[in-house]
C-alpha cells in the first residue's frame, strides 16, 4: 500500500519561495508517475505539475510554468516541488497523488491514492 504525506506548506510573501516535499512510503518513489494538485477555497482542484518515473519527463500547469520545479529526491523517497516567484494566487492546499496512468495526466479522477494535503498561504 502506498501512502503519501505532504510538508513545507506555510505563509510566504509574494515574491518568495517555499519547497514541498511528498513523502512516499511502501513503494520507491522513482518507480511511479506523480503528481502535485492544488485546491484555492471556493474553487475545484486543479493540477500543477507531474513527473515521470525514473524522472524522465515533467509536465507544468501555464500557471506555474518557469516559477515551480518538480523533482525527486531519490535518498528519502520523496517528490519535490520547488515554487519560486509566489503570488497571492498560488494560496491553496497543495496535494500530491499518484497516477494510475502514464502519460502525467492532468485529470484528477487519473490519480490515486493522494496525500492530505499541506497549506500554502501568500500574502501580498
Do not use: H
Amino acid at each position: 500500500q502506498v501512502l503519501l504525506e505532504e510538508s513545507g506548506g506555510g505563509l510566504v510573501q509574494a515574491g518568495g519561495s517555499l519547497r514541498l516535499s511528498c513523502r512516499v512510503s511502501g513503494r520507491s518513489s522513482s518507480s511511479l508517475d506523480m503528481g502535485w494538485f492544488r485546491q484555492a477555497p471556493g474553487k475545484e482542484r486543479e493540477f500543477v505539475a507531474a513527473i515521470s518515473r525514473y524522472y524522465v519527463l515533467t509536465k507544468y500547469a501555464d500557471s506555474v510554468k518557469g516559477r515551480f520545479t518538480i523533482s525527486r529526491d531519490s535518498p528519502t523517497n520523496m517528490v519535490v516541488l520547488q515554487m519560486t516567484a509566489l503570488k497571492p494566487e498560488d494560496t491553496a492546499v497543495y496535494y500530491c497523488a499518484v497516477a494510475t496512468e502514464g502519460g502525467l495526466p492532468r485529470q484528477i479522477a487519473l490519480y490515486d491514492p493522494w496525500g492530505p494535503g499541506v497549506q500554502v498561504t501568500v500574502s501580498s
